[in-house]
């Protein structure tokens, strides 16, 4: 049977105080917009959660997401119970990564349109390339798409008249 969110939240509870940070706060937000959902933990021990660009907090991520495919079968893999729906945020370090992505990718957009041309933004991981994807597909001058292998992976943004056209 699938985990529910408030499983999940009791997780990443007993997660962080086994690890020896305290929480202060920890809600679940859903975001209608784009379907995702993410447990924001504040936390005076952020800096050791989230570790040096993230990286503890990527970690706790994977964790998390372990912790949920565990007993998921096939049928759950289609509802909104899937792992790649929910993350993990300490003090808000996610969403202002993801604010700093959405900026970068209109700045990186605007020239693609200004030069009608094509512009490759520098690797990322498949969360911040799937937010970029999302956060431009609604673009009809614009066309995302991936490129590359591996820790090379990137986004190209592409200028196209009319993508509806297409």
Avoid: W
Wanted: avoid cysteine; hydrophobic fraction near 35%; glycine fraction near 6%.
């Amino acid at each position: 049977m699938a985990k529910t969110q408030e499983d999940a939240k009791k997780f990443v509870e007993d997660l962080v105080k086994t690890l020896g940070a305290q929480i202060t706060d920890i809600v679940i937000n859903n975001d209608p917009d784009t379907g995702l959902s993410t447990i924001n933990v504040t936390s005076p021990d952020g800096r050791i959660l989230i570790g040096r660009d993230g990286e503890s907090l990527s970690a706790l991520n994977t964790l998390l997401h372990r912790y949920l495919e565990a007993d998921m079968n096939d049928k759950d893999s289609k509802t909104e119970h899937h792992p790649a729906l929910l993350s993990l945020d300490i003090n808000n370090f996610q969403k202002s990564k993801i604010e700093g992505l959405k900026t970068k990718a209109h700045m990186m957009a605007e020239r693609a349109k200004f030069f009608k041309s094509s512009i490759d933004l520098e690797p990322m991981n498949g969360y911040e390339r799937r937010i970029i994807h999302t956060f431009l597909e609604k673009d009809k001058n614009l066309i995302t798409d991936s490129a590359g292998i591996g820790r090379d992976r990137h986004i190209v943004i592409k200028f196209v008249e009319n993508k509806d056209e297409i």
